[in-house]
């Protein structure tokens, strides 16, 4: 026996000579730990630029990238939940007809990417912070990088409130919001952490959204030297893009002399729109471009002071991306989501507006039969058209109903704002512009200002966010989820210009449930704190 | 392990040859099986052996015998010895018996073999033989009903797609379920691996080449592969040489496929009528043959992307033999089938060679290697994909031609638009289903894949029943892929305006697998009574995985839709890649004792580190044990003759161990993954990980018994068994406020069951000289139950919610869990519902009230539309179990002479499937085609049925899409004549002398695969279903007539 154990243990030997404890410490090759993410200057970038790409393209609830929630989702469910575009077939008529649940994927993919997106930027605000405090970035560098994260994280917040949240308007904020998240999830004990926190009122959403929008103004530059070689000023955040979203923010909570003070921040006291002189914005020297087409054939326009980079290789997928979902069919697009009569045939839109016809193309649908599309996303082989969030002309209109509603009788100064945005799309402004005289009062005034939004941000999914913040005016409330054109409307018959229509799909008002989307079951489930939205 | 045994009794042999002493007189004759078949290498000797031989190929012998010799004895492995009175003759014929103790079988287990009385644990032995000839590109596809708790699904008709098995029920919620796989001692890479098809990693091994399948199922066999054995193992062994004359066999079926069932869909006329109906109910104007002067079609579009008849061919010849020292198998494979989706084939062409030597006593070297080249061809098979072949083939509109006068001859609408011309409707196929006529043959997804499976081992017997092995495993697989979109229709389609304009795609990966073993067997029996057993070993293994793909889209000309990515040919080009690399090292021990061949046990350790969990994680420790005890061979039972002549063999055993099921990627880690804004670089977390994450566990209870009656000709073996699965890996939901990527961190926190009882039973009913009749048997039910979940905020969750399928406590995983359908209001077509207080609501579909909007009904033929309600997930209930419960097969085997006829039925239950094919495809409320139900909706009042009233645009809300809804959950229950076989060997005698000796045996054969199905399940097939028994759109099954012969030389 002893032999027999001396071979074996020769011959054993010899063969597990070749093993050691190092194969089994091996680590990915695909990823860096979170421990080393922020340990240089470089990476600090890279994690910067890896939350903004959480704003272009979180994953949809199948894992694919549909452009969620920043780099087309907010634009399609905006529109799609309003009563200007019109959805073709079955792909956003969950939306369109308001007959969502607690788990339709739309709503719940915008309600995770958006959080998604939160705590990545709060996860890189800690990396900057401990990054700066250690110098592998410059104090500030760090304070610029948290600048541009606090921005996403405010417009996040924000655009969750429209949502999952009734509008600031009604109740000055009192009613029910949703959570509020400020610190790095990055381990189970972070998670028990937020298991307390219940959904914040909307006003102090509001709130901390303007803190941090106010950090932003003051840590960001104008426009960054980094920004400009290579050109990113469109694309990051920039200090104009803060001012410009406080003063949407203060549009929604109806501060209009909050709009006011910051939109003087960013207009020239001297507006000229006879003859048209394009206004430039003392904070980054954005502008109007000349044709109202500028910003969607470029990309990198004047007047686009905050859009979501797309690009051909980095782009939403065929589900989701702008130029495909809103394009025509007959452009080699789905032809998903077309114009809809109902703005369409409004008599407020003049027919020779070159809205008309240089960002509105008649072609075939996805049915296969004629409508009406937007041509704002164009890039229809490359799909690289930028998700537009923040442009000058919103501004300008802003300001104009601010000025508009903050006055006793016809604010002037807002007559020259929606001017100065609607003369350049007129084919005789000389004729067509509006006057102070020309309108009885100052609602009527707003009336015009609300109607030009509408003709002017067209297919940008700006719809909900007035139809919601307006829906407690008694004034200019839609009553709720207004009518739409019956899904799938088509033929070109239904497209007069001026001729008025008569919608078929029944409005849904303001008091019922489905004015607010639900919040994911998956969220009530796991986090009973964050209650339910009631009716679902 | 037979060739093992027969290689000791030839060496044997030719010891007693060289020992011959003087002889006398010379014997000769002819040793024949039961079916009178010769026999070659039976030995033949005298008991002293001093005289001895064996009979040749034609079972012919002669030897030369002493004068005084009184008997011979003839034997055989596996066979009943023969010992005969020599007498004065001089010609002594005799014919041997197969073996009638099936005990005395070896079982294949983990690095060594046992023998089958000594083994107490639980396994099943498949005979390759039984469908070596099968029409079947692998053999995972043909495992289903082999053997007793062993469920093998076969999810559709797409040939090159790997069988989904499941040994003893489903062992794990989120990690890998698939068993190990070891072929000739080294696991192999398995799974569905290509990129841009399906693909079946164990279609690389050529059935024929099989020589045995022992799938081990209990925790004592399984437990010797540790971390690895959760899920059960499969051993493969492939054929050896044998010594003694080569023998060259040709083998070669030809055969056809068609679909078992198709799909029962609307001819155009029907069509026209249901979707002006769905149109005229909604408010709308008709669409469909608004213009009748385009002409009429009625098109079969199953037909058009359906083959009758795919053919399927297999060519094999093989070599064997062996001289004195050396042995060799050698075979060449070529196979080609095609599936009844048009695109969709296999072609696999494999080499094996094995081969041994033994350099003496005390060495031994040898090598197994196959080489084989599959080449797949596939298509989109997206369940509810724009281009998936069967999704479109269900709602094309059958008024149309897939032809038309363009420049392709295709209906297509290019350069215009992605969209087919309508016809003599007003509008194409809603939602742009392409023309899949035509992408399927213009459109190429096409995979390569090279495999290389190496072993060598070296095994040293330096004092006797002690051995040595070593074995270097090497596992190579390259698969590269393509897939080409035309841009003139379909998934592709563009121009260079918009569009994807062409795509194409290519990927290469290339996975390498090592695996070094060392072990040692020792055997030692003391005093003739105690015999130990002793394997030991360590086992490393390594593996890298390498990928790059790179495609091109808005191509410059249509020239480069053919075979591959050429430079320069598209204008967006990306290029993608990732490296992987992973390692297990273990260290393993088995230790047997027996006393007396009565009582027995068996003790087994593995020691497994994984490279994918964290520094102090890393290791674990698997224990298994078994005991048996052969009453049969007690004293008292010898003696009672009741006892003894009615059970023959009697083993009672029970074991128990815990195994693992391993982790896969780096789940310990927190990571950040590339994360680009735009194409500008950056990094984002793309997980938060556990550092405390360690193998689920599988705690393995199996107690059963092995019985042999009425001498032999019944064998029964039935177990019992439970696995105990915890530490079950669960993505632990984190609030989607929370914003953790994937919404969950992993932990080892849930727990399930699985238990069951396996019933295996052969009968030999009739066993005359030319007729003989066998039965085979099986029987499983594995009842599944999941015992725990996580909490949230410290309370156990009541379930884990998916769309279809909850994952809940006290109930099997993946219960269908959806709302309960009322049937139609016969006053107003309105589908209705139960709620969950039992309330009676309904989704209207008429005017006077919100078309979609649920109202409460006081019945089902109430015209007014109560209160407004909802029906929201806390309505859904429990519709049915998605897993089978009981399965096994039926086969019976006829032999009369040269015939031989043997028949499987396979059956299979006690689950529901959700029919989504119906839900979506078939009910869809769009300007699609139907299936034949819908022809019963409710058109007017008083009308019953449970097809409500159709309603353009509102199929989701109808049919409530993406939720199980009970209207669509069938029973899944059935019995399928899985296979008929029919052969014919010929005489083999007549055969050699008219080929002069040149062909020595001939066989024909015929033989039809999953003949017909009967269940009362109205979708393709009820095995069309996934792990949660969702049937979506899948291939129909294929039914294979196919005939063939084999040639022995």
């Known amino acids: ?536 | 392990m037979q060739m093992r045994k027969l290689i000791v009794s030839l060496t044997a042999m030719f010891f007693l040859v060289l020992n011959a002493a003087a002889q006398d007189r010379t014997i000769s004759g002819v040793v024949t099986n039961e079916k009178n078949l010769p026999l070659a290498g039976v030995s033949v000797g005298t008991p002293d052996g001093k005289n001895g031989t064996q009979t040749d190929n034609d079972g012919k012998y002669s030897l030369k015998i002493s004068a005084t010799a009184r008997v011979l004895i003839f034997s055989y492995v596996n066979y009943q010895s023969a010992t005969l009175a020599v007498g004065k003759l001089l010609n002594l014929s005799v014919s041997l018996q197969p073996a009638d103790t099936k005990m005395e079988e070896v079982v294949v287990v983990g690095y060594g073999t046992q023998q089958k009385k000594a083994f107490t644990g639980s396994s099943s032995k498949v005979d390759a033989k039984q469908f070596a000839n099968l029409v079947s590109p692998s053999i995972d596809r043909q495992l289903a009903g082999r053997a007793a708790g062993v469920q093998v699904t076969n999810a559709g008709g797409l040939i090159n797609a790997p069988a989904r098995i499941r040994i003893r029920g489903t062992n794990s919620i989120s990690q890998n379920n698939d068993p190990l796989i070891v072929v000739d001692g080294t696991p192999i890479i398995s799974g569905n691996l290509a990129a841009t098809t399906n693909s079946n990693t164990l279609g690389d091994i050529n059935p024929s080449d099989i020589e045995n399948i022992e799938v081990l199922k209990d925790g004592s066999a399984t437990a010797i592969y540790g971390s690895r054995a959760a899920g059960g193992v499969i051993l493969i062994t492939t054929k050896k040489g044998t010594k003694g004359k080569s023998k060259i066999t040709y083998d070669a079926f030809v055969g056809y496929s068609g679909a078992l069932k198709r799909f029962d869909l609307l001819n155009a006329a029907d069509f026209i009528t249901i979707a002006n109906e769905k149109l005229r109910n909604a408010g709308l104007a008709a669409r469909a043959n608004t213009n009748p002067s385009a002409g009429s079609f009625d098109t079969d579009w199953q037909g058009m992307v359906m083959n009758k008849n795919a053919t399927v061919m297999n060519h094999t010849i093989s070599l064997q033999g062996g001289g004195d020292k050396t042995t060799y198998y050698f075979s060449l494979n070529y196979s080609d089938q095609k599936g009844i989706i048009i695109s969709n084939y296999n072609k696999a062409y494999r080499v094996r060679m094995n081969i041994e030597h033994e350099a003496n006593k005390f060495f031994k070297i040898g090598n197994n290697t196959s080489i084989s080249r599959q080449e797949d061809g596939d298509q989109n098979n997206g369940s509810n994909a724009l281009g998936g072949s069967i999704a479109s083939a269900l709602r094309l509109l059958p008024n149309v031609s897939p032809y038309a006068a363009t420049a392709s001859g295709w209906n297509i609408n290019y350069p215009a638009n992605g969209n087919m011309q309508p016809g003599a409707n007003s509008q194409s196929v809603d939602d742009n289903f392409s023309n899949v006529a035509f992408t399927l043959r213009y459109n190429k997804n096409y995979s390569d894949k090279y495999r290389l499976i190496n072993n060598t081992f070296m095994e040293l017997t330096p004092v006797k029943g002690l051995k040595f092995r070593t074995q270097l495993g090497v596992d190579m697989l390259n698969d590269y892929s393509y897939q080409g979109l035309t841009p003139l229709h379909g998934d592709g389609f563009g121009t260079a305006a918009g569009g994807t304009n062409g795509s194409l795609f290519n990927s290469d990966q290339t996975w390498l697998r090592f695996v070094v073993s060392n072990y040692i067997n020792y055997n030692l029996t003391l005093a003739r009574k105690h015999n130990f057993f002793l394997t030991a070993g360590h086992e490393l293994q390594k593996e890298t995985y390498k990928f790059l793909s790179a495609s091109a889209t808005n191509i410059s000309d249509l020239f480069y839709i053919k075979e591959n990515l050429i430079s320069g040919a598209g204008s967006i080009q990306t290029v993608g890649g990732n490296y992987d690399k992973n390692s297990l090292e273990s260290l393993f021990g088995r230790f047997n004792y027996d006393f007396k061949n009565k009582y027995f046990l068996q003790a087994t350790v593995r020691r497994d580190g994984q490279s994918a969990l964290a520094p102090g994680k890393k290791y674990g420790v698997f224990p298994g044990i078994s005991v048996g005890w052969r009453p049969s061979q007690e004293k008292f039972w010898k003696n009672s003759p009741v006892l003894s002549k009615g059970i023959n063999e009697f083993k009672i055993k029970a074991s128990y161990a815990k195994v693992g099921n391993t982790l896969g990627g780096y789940p310990y880690l927190s990571t950040f993954g590339s994360a680009n804004y735009g194409n500008i670089g950056g990094i984002a977390p793309n997980l938060v990980g556990n550092p405390l994450l360690q193998w689920e566990t599988n705690a393995k209870y199996d107690v059963g018994v092995d019985m042999q009656l009425f001498n032999g000709r019944m064998t029964l073996t039935a177990d019992w068994f439970k696995n105990d699965i915890n530490n079950i890996v669960l993505r632990v939901p984190t609030p989607p406020s929370a914003g953790v990527p994937g919404n969950a961190i992993s932990q080892n926190i849930g727990s399930m069951e699985n238990k069951g009882i396996e019933l295996s039973l052969g009968f030999n009913v009739m066993n005359k000289k030319d007729f003989s009749w066998d039965v085979n048997f099986n029987y499983s039910n594995v009842q599944n139950k999941v015992t725990k979940l996580y909490n949230v905020g410290g309370v156990p969750v009541p379930f884990i919610d998916g769309s279809y399928n909850i994952i809940k406590v006290g109930e099997p995983i993946n219960i269908i869990y959806g709302y309960e359908y009322a049937g139609v209001n016969s006053a107003n077509g309105n589908p209705m519902y139960y709620k969950a207080d039992g309330s009676l609501i309904q989704m209207n579909l008429n005017a006077g009230g919100v078309i979609g909007g649920y109202y409460y009904a006081l019945s089902k033929s109430d015209p007014i539309l109560g209160v407004r309600t909802t029906l929201s997930t806390d309505d859904r209930k429990k519709l049915g179990s998605g897993i089978p419960v009981w399965f096994g097969a039926l086969t019976n085997t006829f032999r009369y002479k040269g015939f031989e006829f043997e028949f499987m039925l396979r059956y299979s239950g006690g689950n529901k499937i959700m029919n989504i094919t119906s839900q979506e495809a078939l009910f869809n409320q769009s300007f699609q085609n139907n299936g034949k139900e819908i022809l019963t909706r409710w058109t007017k009042p008083g009308d019953i049925t449970s097809v409500p009233k159709l309603f353009f645009g509102a199929g989701n809300a109808i049919s409530l899409n993406q939720n199980a809804n009970s209207r669509f959950v069938e029973k899944g229950d059935y019995l399928r004549l899985q296979n008929v076989v029919f052969s014919y060997t010929l005489d083999s005698k007549r055969i050699e002398e008219k080929t002069r000796g040149i062909v020595k045996t001939v066989r024909f054969f015929t033989q039809g695969q999953n003949l017909y199905v009967w269940t009362k399940y109205k979708g393709a097939d009820p095995d069309n279903i996934s792990a949660a028994g969702l049937d979506a759109a899948v291939s129909p099954q294929l039914r294979t007539i196919s005939m063939g012969i084999s040639l022995g030389f």
Request: hydrophobic letters at 40%.
């Open chain 1, 1 to 536: 026996m002893n032999k027999v154990i001396i071979i074996f243990l020769c011959f054993f030997g010899l063969f597990t000579a070749s093993s050691c404890k190092k194969q089994l410490d091996t680590t990915p090759f695909n990823s860096v730990t979170d421990a080393s993410a922020f340990e240089t200057a470089d990476r600090c970038l890279l994690s910067l630029n890896g939350v903004y790409d959480a704003a272009q393209s979180g994953a949809y609830t199948d894992g694919s990238f549909r452009g969620y929630p920043f780099g087309a989702a907010n634009i399609e469910q905006g529109d799609c939940r309003g009563e200007d575009m019109l959805n073709v077939q079955a792909f956003f008529q969950v939306t369109y007809q308001a007959t969502y649940n607690a788990t339709t994927a739309n709503n719940v993919a915008m309600w995770n990417t958006l959080y998604a997106l939160i705590n990545k930027a709060n996860v890189a605000i800690d990396g900057f912070r401990k990054a700066g405090g250690k110098n592998v970035l410059t104090s500030a560098v760090a304070l610029q990088y948290e600048a541009e994260c606090r921005f996403l994280r405010a417009m996040a917040h924000h655009e969750l409130l429209l949502h999952y949240a009734r509008p600031y308007m009604d109740g000055n904020g009192t009613q029910l919001g949703v959570p509020w998240r400020d610190f790095p999830i990055n381990s189970s004990d972070a998670v028990n952490l937020i298991r307390a926190t219940p959904r914040a009122t909307v006003a102090t959403i509001y709130n901390n959204i303007l803190t941090d929008l106010d950090f932003v103004e003051t840590n960001l530059t104008a426009v960054p030297a980094s920004f400009v070689s290579p050109a990113t000023k469109n694309v990051r955040v920039t200090r104009g893009a803060a001012v410009a979203l406080k003063m949407r923010i203060k549009l929604h909570k109806g501060d209009w002399a909050g709009v006011i003070t910051e939109g003087n921040k960013l207009i020239p006291a001297t507006i000229t729109p006879l003859p048209w002189t394009a206004p430039v914005c003392p904070i980054g020297s954005w502008s109007l471009t000349a044709n109202p087409d500028g910003p969607f054939a470029d990309n990198a326009s004047v007047e686009s002071m905050f859009s979501i980079r797309n690009d051909p290789l980095d782009a939403p997928n065929v589900n989701g991306v702008l130029p495909k979902m809103y394009g025509g069919a007959g452009f080699g697009a789905r032809g998903l989501v077309s114009v809809s009569p109902v703005i369409w045939n409004n008599a407020g839109w003049l027919c020779t507006d070159k809205r008309r016809t240089s960002l509105v193309a008649a072609t075939t649908n996805a049915s296969g039969n004629q409508s009406q599309f937007s041509t704002k996303y164009r890039k229809y082989t490359t799909s690289d058209d930028f998700a537009p969030q923040i442009r000058y002309a919103e501004v300008l209109l802003t300001q104009a109903e601010a000025e508009a509603r903050n006055a006793a009788a016809v604010s002037t100064r807002a007559v020259d704002l929606l001017n100065i945005v609607r003369n350049r799309s007129l084919a005789n402004p000389a004729v067509e512009q509006y006057t102070a005289g020309g309108f009885a009062t100052k609602n009527a005034l707003i009336a015009a200002i609300l109607l030009e939004r509408r003709i002017e941000f067209l297919a940008e999914g700006k719809r909900w966010g007035d139809i919601s913040r307006n829906a407690v005016d008694p004034n200019f409330t839609t009553g709720g989820i207004p009518a739409k054109a019956v899904n799938g409307t088509d033929g070109l018959a239904n497209f007069v210009c001026g001729a008025g229509y008569t919608p078929g799909q029944a409005a849904i008002p303001y008091s019922d449930f489905r004015f607010l989307w639900p919040i994911p079951a998956t969220e009530v489930v796991q986090n009973p704190i964050v209650v339910q939205n009631p009716g679902y």
